[in-house]
């Protein structure tokens, strides 16, 4: 068998797949990995099922479902104010994942630099690193996890091809700011650096805080792919859709390479969610209804050794745990899982220089009994010995 030179040769197994797969050998509760454990909405199932059966079984256009483009484009005037094409500005993807890793494969060459902000979810620098970029890392402020702008101005070079943001975030929960944005915005002008803006919680806002999306910032948006997830929204994570919003010249170099990889996506979902968006109560509601998850399980956790850290949207919350002991976040996570019955996910694993500051993250959207149950565990620690057995 020929070698292979890996492009990846750092890279293991996901975090999320080694911690899922730890919960489901010990049959602890899963607050790791970022699924709801919750039926998706009734009706856009029964949707799905019955675009099975009136025949939506063969390709969908390149691009995507154009009633589905519609849609959204529709969806993205009312939310954020900006009149986009349904043809020209709108691609969906297999998952948002999938998009982001179309828009870094669409704009990088060899040697070209992309800032990350750490923690950041794991796929970005692989992302990166596989297309020939280098990753330049930025770490957030801890413990409130926002931007330092001025590190942002420092690392800006001749090399810069693009910075990824990722807001609401995972894995802290903090969002950005109108004047994050505008302090971001006023770093590019006049450069020629792209900006890959990772929105999949976009919905997951909390505490009457406003998402501000890329998409309401013409300026910034003029330089930008903005990447989207249906399975966060609708709580269906298994369907893998998604999209990408960009200018018209960005789109069209996009979807060169979406063309020949994916080219194109599960149709019957596609026809299912073009019905389902014109019903905007749906996506409008959804920060009220995880909201009361997070302050479910913020209550439930009151009693417990951790200190909760704010979480201002997306599916997680995160905590430190000084009351148990100074002990390794991955080391702590898998004794959790074993000894105490919860899985949950180191943070260090979103930093790749192992940075560690002793916090777990945890994953709030499952069902109140879930919260509770898997609260009840964590409340019962009353020193390491009680993890350490």
């Not at 501000?212 to 300026?219: A, D």
């Not at 050794?305 to 100074?326: D, H, Q, W």
């Amino acid at each position: 068998m020929p070698p292979i030179n890996s492009k990846l040769p750092n890279t293991g197994t996901s975090i999320f797949t080694v911690m899922s797969a730890l919960a489901a050998e010990h049959g602890a509760i899963n607050l790791g990995q970022g699924f709801p454990d919750f039926p998706m909405d009734e009706e856009l199932a029964a949707l799905a099922a019955k675009a099975i059966t009136d025949g939506h079984n063969q390709y969908a256009p390149m691009a995507g479902y154009m009633p589905l483009r519609e849609a959204i484009a529709a969806k993205i005037q009312r939310c954020y104010g900006n009149s986009l094409s349904p043809s020209d500005n709108i691609t969906i993807t297999p998952g948002g994942s999938y998009a982001i890793y179309t828009a870094f494969t669409t704009i990088l060459r060899p040697g070209d630099e992309v800032i990350v902000f750490e923690p950041a979810y794991d796929s970005y620098i692989p992302n990166i690193i596989a297309n020939g970029g280098v990753p330049v890392r930025i770490p957030l402020e801890f413990p409130t996890y926002r931007i330092n702008w001025e590190k942002v101005k420092n690392a800006i070079n001749s090399k810069t091809k693009a910075i990824i943001i990722n807001s609401p975030h995972n894995p802290t929960g903090s969002v950005l700011t109108h004047d994050d944005i505008l302090m971001l915005q006023d770093l590019l002008r006049d450069t020629s650096i792209f900006l890959i803006s990772d929105e999949v919680y976009e919905h997951l806002v909390f505490d009457g805080l406003k998402h501000n999306s890329i998409l309401k910032y013409p300026e910034l948006f003029s330089r930008s792919f903005v990447c989207f997830s249906f399975g966060k929204v609708y709580n269906c994570t298994g369907w893998k859709l998604g999209y990408c919003v960009a200018p018209t010249a960005l789109t069209a170099e996009f979807r060169k390479i979406h063309q020949f990889d994916a080219f194109c996506c599960f149709t019957p979902t596609q026809v299912a969610l073009a019905a389902h968006l014109q019903k905007e109560e749906r996506y409008l509601n959804l920060s009220s209804f995880m909201q009361q998850k997070r302050d479910l399980f913020l209550h439930e956790m009151k009693d417990s050794p951790f200190t909760m850290l704010n979480s201002s949207g997306s599916y997680f919350v995160c905590a430190t745990y000084e009351k148990i002991g100074r002990v390794p976040a991955m080391e702590l996570a898998t004794q959790l899982t074993k000894t105490m019955g919860v899985a949950t996910i180191p943070v260090a694993a979103f930093y790749s220089d192992g940075n560690d500051d002793q916090v777990l993250r945890f994953c709030f959207a499952k069902r109140d009994e879930t919260l509770q149950e898997a609260a009840k565990k964590l409340s019962a620690i009353e020193r390491m010995a009680d993890v350490f057995q």
